[in-house]
Every structure is written in C-alpha cells, then in structure tokens.
C-alpha cells in the first residue's frame, strides 16, 4: 500500500538529483531521442512486466475467492478437497499459459504506448536526465533500500496506531454483522505489515 507513494517519492527525489547533476554524467557519445525512450523502456521492462503480471493474475485471484466463498456450499464435505485440488490445478494451468502471454505482448506494445508518450511528452535532455538516473548506482542502492524503509514505517504505523485502529475495527464488524442479522464477532487481529 505504501510502496507506490514511497515509489514515487524516490522518483521525485532522484529526478532532482538527476537535475543537478546530470551535467557531469552525461555519456561521451550523445543519444538520439529514440535511443533514449529505448534505455527507458529497457529500464522500466520489470515495471511493465510485473504491471502485465498483476493483470492477468487479477481474474484468477477473484474466481480463488469467489470458489472458495461457493466451494462449503456446493460441494459435499467428502469431495471438497479434492475439488479445491482440482481448481487449484485449473488455475495454476491458467497462470503458465496467459502470464507469460501477457507479459510479452506488453514488453512488445511499450514502445508504442509508453514510448510514444515519452517521446511527445520529454525533451531529449529531460530524458536522458531520467535515463542517467535509473542507471546511477546510487539510485539502485536506494531503491534497493524501499523494502526496508517500508517495512520499518509499516511496524512503526502498526504499533502506533494499533491501540486506537482496533476498537473502531471491532465496532465495525459487531455493526456489520448486526445489519446483516448474525452474531457480533469478535474482529480478528489486523493483519501484519507485509515484508519485501
């Protein structure tokens, strides 16, 4: 949850970085704007695949749940494990044959869309500020470092805010369960920061 706000802190910071300190490590031969958008793209490739990644995993993560909301309720108690089996098979089926599908056709189409935004949207200098930057061994070891960051504000925003969230997630559930016309339940434990 906090990794794209913190993701693009670190853009922010490392693009002013970049801008007053490009000058000095400009490469010797200069790039086309086309060259540039292609450093880009080559840069960003984990981005997109990881973007065409959660797309296509985002279908089967929705069935997952929905069987598993049906599954009590269709299946008799003998046969349940084994159709839980069976679904688990069907989906992984589904995610070896349409997650690399997906992430291909998006490394492909990048440079017709990214691309060409880039193109329209940047200046040659401005890009090759943003390549100089992504390829600094001092940017990779900060963003290196985001897990860590992340993980450190998470335990920190948990602990503090702990003793004030659990109430009020408490008296939610009791109300929602209320309207709904079962027993107020006890709230489970909110959930532990997620590490890298």
């Known amino acids: 949850m906090l990794k794209k706000p913190l993701h693009t802190l670190t853009l922010t910071l490392a693009l002013l970085i970049a801008a007053t300190g490009a000058s000095a490590q400009t490469p010797a031969a200069p790039a086309t704007k086309k060259e540039l958008v292609a450093r880009l793209l080559k840069l960003q490739q984990p981005g997109i695949e990881a973007l065409a990644r959660a797309m296509a995993e985002q279908p089967a993560a929705q069935l997952l749940d ?3 909301v049906i599954l009590p309720n269709a299946v008799s108690a003998d046969r349940r494990e084994a159709v839980a089996k069976e679904i688990q098979a069907d989906t992984a089926k589904y995610l070896n044959e349409t997650v690399p599908l997906v992430t291909t056709r998006a490394v492909k189409l990048a440079p017709t869309t990214v691309g060409s935004l880039l193109e329209e949207k940047f200046s040659e200098a401005e890009l090759l500020q943003i390549v100089t930057l992504l390829e600094s061994p001092v940017y990779a070891k900060y963003m290196q470092l985001t897990g860590s960051m992340q993980k450190a504000l998470q335990e920190k925003l948990l602990a ?37």
């Open 66 to 68: 929905r069987a598993d």
């Open 160 to 196: 503090d805010t702990r003793g004030t969230v659990e109430p009020k997630v408490k008296q939610l559930e009791q109300s929602i369960s209320k309207r709904l016309g079962g027993p107020a339940t006890p709230a489970s434990a909110p959930a532990k920061p997620a590490g890298k």
